[in-house]
């Protein structure tokens, strides 16, 4: 069975610009999860669809954000514009339970999108 | 005062020791805890989960303690595969079951 994949692997963009990060999910999952980690800070919850529905954006910085996941399969989340602190790694996630209580809360991590905003 | 926190070290043991960490967390409505491991500019991948009563697997014991509000992971006869950063992650109840994350703590065996 496929994990879950992230494109690109890295990207390297300079202030301004626009960037659109893609993540595929582990089919069959209803969770999609983005975090972001900053160089030495803890990775940090950005946002969760249920399907294609926005669950909780509460951890987006800002309205330079914007996440979809149209037809609940695959998610984008494109900066525009980017600056220089949203450099960091971008770690999206799948699981297929949404509460903890009925499951083991797994959440399965693509291998991040490095994004180096110059 | 950070809602996870955790000794970032490195701890650096020899082959075959014991070694253990600790993880304490700020708010007392969390309901779930997990330990992950990440190695070096890889993924985050679940360890184990933390239950109430306490959990084993193989080597590896996790704990909870809800009353002083930590999580701890003991690693027995570390073998050097073992070396990897350990995260903590604290979830709360709410709409979303939001994960909050340690900065992970660093552990380094050596032969």
């Known amino acids: 069975e496929a994990g879950v994949t992230q494109f690109p692997s890295h990207s390297v963009i300079e202030k301004g610009q626009t960037v659109t990060l893609r993540c595929d999910p582990i089919s069959g999952h209803d969770n999609l999860y983005w975090y972001r980690r900053v160089m030495g800070k803890e990775i940090k919850f950005l946002l969760h669809f249920v399907k294609e529905s926005k669950q909780d954006e509460s951890g987006m910085p800002n309205n330079r954000f914007l996440a979809e996941r149209t037809g609940g399969t695959y998610s984008t989340l494109k900066v525009q514009p980017a600056e220089l602190e949203d450099s960091g790694v971008y770690f999206c996630?799948?699981?297929?339970?949404?509460?903890?209580?009925?499951?083991?809360?797994?959440?399965?991590f693509g291998p991040g999108t490095r994004l180096t905003v110059t | 005062r950070k809602e996870v926190e955790q000794d970032p070290g490195p701890f650096n043991v020899p082959e075959g020791a014991t070694v253990a960490f600790n993880c304490t967390y700020s708010n007392s409505a969390s309901q779930s805890f997990f330990w992950y491991r990440q190695d070096c500019r890889k993924e985050p991948k679940l360890l184990m989960s933390v239950y109430s009563s306490g959990n084993e697997d193989g080597r590896f014991t996790a704990q909870l303690n809800r009353a002083s509000q930590y999580i701890s992971l003991l690693i027995r006869d570390s073998k050097l595969s073992d070396s990897a950063t350990y995260l903590c992650?604290?979830?709360?109840?709410?709409?979303?079951?939001?994960?909050?994350f340690g900065r992970g703590t660093s552990l380094i065996v050596h032969p």
């Open positions: 996630a799948s699981s297929q339970f949404m509460s903890p209580q009925e499951a083991e809360g797994e959440q399965y």
């Open positions: 992650v604290v979830t709360a109840s709410g709409g979303s079951y939001i994960p909050t």
